[in-house]
């Protein structure tokens, strides 16, 4: 068994740079969408397609990544989601040089399959490497961190690449983070290609026809409400950063390299956050976790909501040479990247109250799951509206209502009321 597991460091260790690149090519959608608003005169709503491109591609292909991960195998399936991975981070970088929002709305979607392809291949492998239960927990929080460093990078790198100059945010100019991405893609699928992955065994699950004919993972009460709260949780995840990036450097005039570390600092409190959680998992039940963090990230962004925004304090933030120094900002907008550390253990905290009791159903729920993930497009674009009918400060109420509605999932849509559906 030893020696099994040494052999299972390389496919962990495929699957932490898979999750960093996941976060580093679905992260540019943050800062693209100042620099769409810039280079198209976009309006907040439309600097929001490419986020919503990226993710509505999970919408389209969470089921057929699963059927896909059944027919072929985890290693096939991830090493087509790289090239299509890297086809799409192309056709980003061809539209900077022929200045088309078209492509880089085509280039987001593409993205957006690779992402979700590598979605359904890393969480469910890195389970089945830990061998499930804690262990296999243990992985994919870790993962996380991995996941929250490449989102991290992201932004602080874009910020500093795009600098103070108005007229130097453009697609062009963010070729270098392009350039990184793609590298990515080409090392892991080499890396890939030239290892031993396990492959799952789904056929347990192609011989019971009749129980699924009757019930499904749909039957459930407390998996429908939590399919919901993984919608809205994606959603606010990202809403709060995207538009607080536009909000940071168009109604607060603050330059886009220290809106990029702001912003940066946001995903890094979820790296921290994720970390901690991975920690404390195995003694705080996940109800209880959703709870406390939904309450807390209810009370920060009312409050940043309530705070005017001449009120200031010197913030510490993660900046471009990977070191911290100290920004004034307004007290609102800390308040907004505090929110980092709620969101940070959500998603693991949902799923699990989600398929609670599922049994067999449950990796047919894994791909549900991953078909919600598209609320992280759809949610932000809500919010990019409601910031042009109103503002900034305003669309922020969006925020809380989800926020308002995964406490209630906490504390009342999570109790499993279908314990009677057989699942063996």
Not at 23 to 45: R, Y
Not at 187 to 215: C, D, G, H, M, W
Request: charged fraction near 10%; proline fraction near 4%; include cysteine.
């Amino acid at each position: 068994m030893e020696n099994t597991t040494k052999n299972y460091a390389l496919p962990i260790a495929i699957m932490f740079a898979l999750f960093f690149s996941i976060a580093f090519v679905t992260g540019l959608q943050n800062p693209f969408g100042v620099i769409i608003k810039n280079q198209f005169e976009a309006s907040d709503f439309l600097s929001q397609l490419g986020n919503f491109a990226n993710f509505i591609a999970y919408a389209c292909m969470g089921i057929p990544a699963g059927y896909m991960l059944q027919k072929i195998g985890y290693k096939k399936t991830a090493l087509l989601a790289v090239v299509i991975g890297f086809a799409g981070v192309g056709i980003t970088f061809l539209s900077g040089k022929a200045e088309s929002f078209g492509i880089y709305l085509t280039g987001a979607f593409i993205s957006g399959f690779s992402m979700c392809m590598l979605n359904t291949v890393v969480n469910p492998m890195l389970n089945t490497l830990g061998g499930g239960g804690n262990k296999g927990n243990q992985l994919i929080q870790f993962a996380g961190a991995c996941n929250s460093t490449g989102a991290t990078i992201v932004p602080v790198l874009v910020g500093y690449l795009m600098g103070s100059n108005e007229s130097a945010r453009t697609l062009a100019n963010a070729e270098p983070a392009l350039f990184i991405a793609m590298g990515i893609f080409a090392v892991a699928f080499v890396v890939l290609a030239l290892s031993n992955i396990p492959e799952p065994n789904y056929q347990s699950a192609e011989n019971t026809p009749k129980e699924k004919s009757k019930y499904s993972a749909m039957s459930f009460r407390h998996f429908v409400l939590g399919i919901i709260a993984i919608f809205i949780y994606v959603g606010v995840e990202v809403g709060i950063p995207n538009i607080g990036n536009l909000f940071i450097t168009q109604e607060l005039q603050i330059d886009p390299t220290v809106a990029g570390s702001l912003v940066g600092t946001y995903w890094f409190l979820m790296l921290i956050g994720r970390l901690v959680g991975g920690v404390v998992g195995a003694k705080v039940s996940s109800k209880a976790m959703l709870t406390f963090v939904s309450t807390v990230g209810i009370a920060l962004v009312i409050g940043a909501i309530m705070c005017p925004t001449d009120v200031k304090v010197m913030m510490p933030v993660f900046q471009s040479d990977i070191s911290f120094g100290l920004v004034n900002v307004p007290v609102s907008i800390m308040f907004l990247i505090l929110c980092g550390l709620c969101t940070s253990v959500m998603w693991g905290g949902i799923f699990n109250l989600a398929v609670e009791g599922l049994g067999k159903y449950t990796a047919a729920a894994s791909g549900i799951f991953m078909v919600m993930v598209c609320g992280g497009g759809i949610l932000p674009a809500i919010q990019g509206f409601v910031a042009d009918m109103t503002s900034y400060v305003t669309s922020y109420w969006v925020v809380v209502a989800g926020f308002g509605y995964l406490l209630f999932y906490a504390l009342i849509g999570s109790k499993n009321v279908n314990k009677d559906i057989p699942t063996e």
